[in-house]
């Protein structure tokens, strides 16, 4: 019987020996289903504003954005002295509204210009004349990398350039340097079904510095 219990005493040991040396982990709470609704298997305009690194899991504070979006019939039915308006952003007193083949042109009461060019599900995005897109702010969430994540940085003024395939650690020394190096301007992130991070690519603009 003392064998018995001596041999019992081992096998738990053993087992309490191999549990202590198995990898720690975190486990993450599930996100909240409004803001898998706006991500989920969607590539949109986003800002990196911070990391978590616990040593083994990565997650980023992300501000997701999308465009401003107005209705075809909205765009088809402006008139001189109309004004657009999304998310207390405002253009007063539209002067002139020339379609083209492109989109809609429209300028303003203080001669700026902007175009209105339509987008994949048949509404219309607003461009400024140095290519800002108006962009609308949707969440902000800590959203973990999946584990296919990859970093693209195709920002190289030198459009013929190939893309830069980069890691995690690329990603967190961009944050480390300047807080904005990741902006809804330059930097667009593609969400699995999970809401989890499957690529971020920050793209060139005119205005980005290297």
């Not at 998310?87 to 042109?105: A, N, Q, R, S, T």
Request: overall charge negative.
């Amino acid at each position: 019987m003392k064998k018995l219990v001596s041999l019992l005493c081992v096998l738990f040991l053993l087992s309490f020996a191999a549990g202590a040396s198995a990898a720690v982990k975190t486990v993450y709470a599930q996100y909240p289903e409004e803001i898998l609704r706006i991500v989920a298997g969607k590539t949109l305009p986003c800002a990196v504003h911070g990391f978590d690194f616990d040593g083994n899991t990565c997650s980023l504070y992300i501000y997701v954005f999308d465009r401003a979006r107005f209705s075809a019939e909205d765009v088809k039915s402006l008139q001189p002295g109309d004004s657009l308006a999304s998310g207390g952003w405002y253009i007063f007193g539209l002067k002139e509204i020339e379609p083209d083949e492109f989109g809609v042109k429209i300028v303003d009461e203080s001669g700026s210009a902007f175009f209105l060019y339509p987008d994949e599900d048949g509404s219309y995005y607003l461009v400024d004349e140095i290519e800002h897109t108006l962009y609308l702010h949707m969440t902000s969430f800590y959203f973990l990398l999946a584990d296919d994540f990859v970093y693209v940085d195709d920002s190289d003024p030198d459009l013929e350039a190939e893309p830069v395939t980069g890691t995690v650690e690329d990603v967190m020394k961009g944050c480390q340097e300047e807080s904005s190096f990741f902006n809804e301007e330059n930097t667009r992130i593609t969400f699995n079904e999970n809401g989890e991070i499957t690529e971020l690519r920050r793209i060139y603009t005119p205005w980005n510095e290297r």
